[in-house]
RNA sequence: GCUGUUGUAGCUCAGUGGUAGAGCACUUCCUUGGUAAGGAAGAGGUCACGGGUUCAACUCCCGUCAACAGCUCCA
């Protein structure tokens, strides 16, 4: 058979060679070193006897494909572990994922502990020094269902009876079969180093409804270095953790007297969103939006007509009544209807829209107590909220306009690894969502054709729209790797239906207008979450809530230090002093822990001359200079930013 | 909401069945120092909250609340 390589070059090989024999053939170093092998771009076992003409390539651990197989080879011996501590236990599913795998266990009335993660671990190395093969297996299905009943592996079961009819396969580890497609590495032998990271609960197939099982978190390297150098990476990722930094920087805080999931905005935390408000409002007052302002309740039946009463008025903050006529308000949850009562204030003609009306309204959800996390996922948020209304025939372009804004913030903070997701309905679970079908197809294909149209790259996933309408996510991920969902543009028919939102067109008739409705940030909270992380806390120039720190060197110098930053504060620069009685190092070290971008020392020298001495953040002593020359190059670095977005 | 873990000073964390400790931060004093921690003294805690066991509970048990990791959810 003739087997080529990514190189173009093409080989003979006999029918019934093994990815592992073709890599030995090559070099006895890469056969050490290869994990898995692509096959026909189908990732295969390297024992698996090849028959026909093929391409291959051979993975080593840098590829995405060796980690996988390895990872999930790492499940199965996680497995063969348990099985042999715990007598009894039963499996459900031992995948890969993105750094390391889990397994989903059922270990009965035993409980497994973080405590008992160790030893685990140690019975995994034992296993694995057993240098055991995974041996691959084609069996059909009833000869499936026959093993595992046997061994009363009811998960397993249920997972061989939703399969198709047809060749099931099994791998063997030592004394541990698996349910399994596969692949693996050859033997578990490779697995020098090991770490079970967390073990938490997991609902069975993600059904809330159905049992938990106990999930156990882990990862391995070939090599013990490269686990060292994993647990290195990740005690630094928790350090760049926006609730440590919010709290060293003083920027947000939580009270228990206030309550869950109800951030305090500090006062530097405070000057910081409120740089990025001004910014974004600055930018949509450019692609003409009208800011408005609206109440932070409202009649409860303005969300009963909406729709989101009914679908999560139950889980809400419930509705405030009022004394004497008993009437009920909602604290907003959403901040659409107030803005379809604004639109229905004045007629409209087709020549006004489309309308665009923004708000950073907050809004108030009643979040599960297990889902909050920081700023990232709150009960008290700010939107950048606004909601463009428009003719049919300018959907298109306004939506890709709010794109156009999105990439404007993510290119202004440096944001560059960002994924989109299109969300559209479930085609198999319509009663989930309101609306016709014949709208949900437009409001579908308007988002398909715009992300065409600007060449994104957006997954899509089916059964993730909102109840009303899809749309179009904007994703970035925090220090360890969690996804979270920043910007948000939804197009939606349903609202002005049932609002009967209307213009007059044309024709003189009566038409309805089609609603976007978006927001860039997402919210206020998570964005600051996000931007946290991803800056370690050193924030651009422009937003950053302290600019310039005056350090004189001795309270000599305190008075000059003083004149220097009123000077400073005259050219709106943020700017403070620190005039503790400290020495100079120690005044240094500190700034330099608060992140803060400049420091200017001022001693004997400066004050005669009127200079002062510049000091860059992570950078060091960058020279004297005058006071009006540093404000200068302040000022022009700040508007050089700001200015290239206008 | 579910599973597991945790809760001791503003922060990071020790600690024990006989009513509490360190470092940093804070206050005062000394020092007036030139590019990442000067020195001394002091103040600060209902050991999350509520029950129970015990002669005695911060420690053991139960419950509540909150935080953390994950699951589910996310208009």
């Not at 409209?348 to 950073?360: G, I, N, Q, T």
């Not at 994924?419 to 479930?426: F, T």
């Not at 991803?534 to 120039?541: E, S, Y």
């Not at 020392?601 to 009127?610: C, D, L, M, R, T």
Request: with cysteine; net charge negative; hydrophobic share 35%.
């Amino acid at each position: 058979m003739k087997v080529t390589f990514p190189d173009g070059s093409v080989r003979e090989f006999a029918s019934g060679t093994t990815g592992l024999q073709i890599a030995e053939s090559i070099s006895s170093r890469l056969a050490q070193e290869v994990l898995a092998c692509s096959i026909n771009n189908e990732v295969w076992d390297l024992t698996r006897p090849i028959n026909q003409d093929c391409t291959i390539k051979l993975h080593k651990w840098d590829d995405e494909e060796a980690k996988h197989a390895f990872w999930h080879s790492s499940a199965h011996l996680l497995a063969e572990a348990l099985q042999e501590m715990y007598p009894g236990i039963q499996f459900g599913i031992g995948p890969a994922i993105e750094s390391g795998f889990y397994y989903d266990v059922d270990p009965g009335e035993t409980v497994i502990k973080e405590g008992d993660l160790a030893a685990i671990e140690a019975k995994m190395l034992e296993l694995a020094a057993k240098k055991d093969s995974l041996i691959r297996r084609d069996i059909t299905k009833s000869e499936a269902l026959k093993y595992f009943g046997e061994r009363d592996e009811t998960y397993k079961c249920e997972l061989i009876n939703d399969l198709e009819d047809g060749t099931i396969t099994t791998y063997t580890l030592g004394s541990f079969t698996d349910l399994c497609r596969g692949p693996h590495i050859p033997s578990t032998e490779e697995i020098k180093a090991i770490k079970l990271t967390s073990v938490a609960g997991a609902y069975w197939r993600g059904d809330e409804k159905r049992k938990m099982l106990t999930r156990i978190y882990g990862i391995t390297f070939p090599k013990k270095k490269m686990l060292d150098e994993y647990l290195v990476l990740m005690e630094e990722a928790k350090k760049r953790d926006h609730r440590k930094i919010g709290r060293e920087l003083e920027l947000f805080a939580f009270s228990q007297a206030v309550g869950p999931g109800l951030p305090l905005w500090l006062p530097k935390g405070t000057a910081l969103r409120t740089r990025l408000e001004d910014f974004l409002k600055r930018i949509q007052k450019n692609f003409g939006y009208q800011q408005v302002m609206t109440p932070h309740i409202g009649q409860k039946e303005l969300w009963v007509t909406s729709g989101h009463y009914a679908k999560y008025g139950k889980d809400s903050f419930q509705p405030i009544h009022t004394p004497q006529e008993g009437e009920e308000f909602l604290l907003k949850p959403m901040n659409c209807p107030h803005h379809c009562e604004i639109y229905k204030v004045t007629p409209k003609s087709y020549k006004d829209l489309p309308v665009r009306l923004a708000e950073f309204g907050t809004v108030y959800r009643y979040e599960q107590s297990g889902e909050l996390h920081g700023l990232t996922r709150v009960r008290g948020f700010t939107q950048d909220d606004a909601h463009i209304f428009c003719r049919p025939d300018q959907l298109k372009e306004e939506f890709l306009k709010v794109m156009d804004i999105i990439s404007i913030i993510f290119k202004a903070l440096n944001f560059e690894n960002w994924e989109a997701q299109i969300s559209l309905r479930d085609p198999n679970n319509k009663e989930k969502y309101i609306g016709s079908d014949e709208n949900w197809e437009k409001s579908e294909s308007a988002i398909v054709e715009a992300c065409q149209e600007k060449g994104l790259n957006a997954k899509v996933e089916l059964g993730e729209a909102a109840f009303y309408g899809p749309k179009l996510d904007f994703m970035v991920k925090d220090a360890i790797g969690r996804r979270w969902q920043l910007g948000t543009i939804q197009v939606d028919y349903n609202l002005p239906e049932r609002f009967e939102l209307e213009y007059t067109g044309e024709d003189n008739q009566k038409h309805r207008p089609v609603m976007i409705h978006r927001a860039p940030f997402g919210s206020m909270e998570r964005f600051v979450a996000v931007l946290i992380e991803h800056t370690g806390g050193k924030f651009p120039l422009w937003l950053t809530p302290d600019q310039v720190v005056v350090l004189p060197i001795s309270e000599k110098f305190n008075e000059y230090a003083q004149e220097v930053a009123k000077t400073l504060d005259k050219q709106d620069i943020r700017c403070i002093v620190d005039d503790r009685n400290e020495k100079i190092g120690r005044k240094i070290r500190d700034n330099e822990l608060k992140r803060i971008p400049y420091m200017l020392i001022v001693g004997e020298k400066e004050f005669e001359n009127g200079e002062v001495a510049v000091r860059k953040q992570g950078e060091g002593d960058k020279g004297t200079m005058k006071v009006a020359n540093f404000s200068d190059i302040i000022t022009q670095e700040v508007e050089k930013m700001i200015n290239q977005f206008n």
